[in-house]
């Protein structure tokens, strides 16, 4: 038996609080947003959002409509300035 497991070989998981986080209410969906980049920390227009949820926001390109494949934090996203 591993160190850790149970005598039927399953991985004990210790009981966790899971607290949902509500999305900030300055974001909707199809709203326009900028995107912080992961290299230069430069915010990027031409974005929209396609969907919230209390992991954070699902972001469509506006020029192809494309959905991007990954979901983005709140902290990441802001509103697009016109």
Do not use: C, K
Not at 25 to 45: I, K, L, P, Y
Not at 47 to 60: C, M, N, Q, T, Y
């Amino acid at each position: 038996m591993n160190a850790g497991s149970t005598s039927d070989g399953a991985v004990p998981v210790p009981d966790v609080e899971i607290e949902l986080v509500r999305a900030p209410s300055r974001f909707q969906t199809g709203m326009r947003v900028e995107v912080a980049t992961n290299f230069t920390g430069d915010w990027v227009s031409g974005f929209e959002i396609a969907s919230i949820d209390a992991l954070g926001l699902h972001v469509r390109r506006v020029s192809d409509g494309a959905l991007l494949p990954v979901g983005f934090g709140y902290s990441i996203v802001r509103p697009a300035v016109d």
